[in-house]
Each structure stands twice: as C-alpha cells, then as structure tokens.
C-alpha cells in the first residue's frame, strides 16, 4: 500500500462551489499531510488502535477538516470551507 488522500465521500460533494485557487491550496496542503503520515506511520497497515481524532487546518482564507486512517494509509478531507466568493 501507499500513502494517499481523498475527498469523502465525493470530491464533488465536499467540494461544491469552492474557488479552484482554494482548492489548490487544499490538496496542495493534504499532499503535505500524506508525506507527514507518512514518516509517522511507517508501516501503516500494521498500526493497532484507534485513529487521530479530525482535525482543521486553515488554508487561504477557509479551512478545512480531516482525519488520518493509517491502517488504511489514507488522509481523509471530509469537508472544506471556502472564502466567500
């Protein structure tokens, strides 16, 4: 397995109606936190217990919150939050 992150449940659902500069920062932001997961959970798959809790993280203006899966190796964006247009 590989480390990565997603949108869910859908990109089009938790994204709707975001500025695409934003959700540039976004996923730009979520590459950052797959690479961190990734060095703190080296060998994900094998990891016992329960996940982080969600977190936020500011971004441009908006935020948005996720949360680590390591046993899947996966960061989840569950919702984003968009500057007002």
């Known amino acids: 397995m590989s480390w990565a992150w997603e949108y869910l449940p859908s990109a089009e659902h938790v994204t709707a109606g975001a500025p695409a500069g934003f959700l540039a920062a976004v996923e730009s932001k979520a590459d950052e936190l797959v690479r961190a997961a990734s060095a703190l959970y080296l060998d994900g798959t094998a990891y ?17 919150a996720y949360y680590v899966v390591p046993r899947l190796e996966l960061v989840v964006v569950c919702q984003v939050t968009a500057p007002p247009a």
């Open 48 to 64: 016992q217990g329960s996940g982080e809790p969600m977190r936020y993280v500011d971004v441009a203006g908006g935020l948005f």
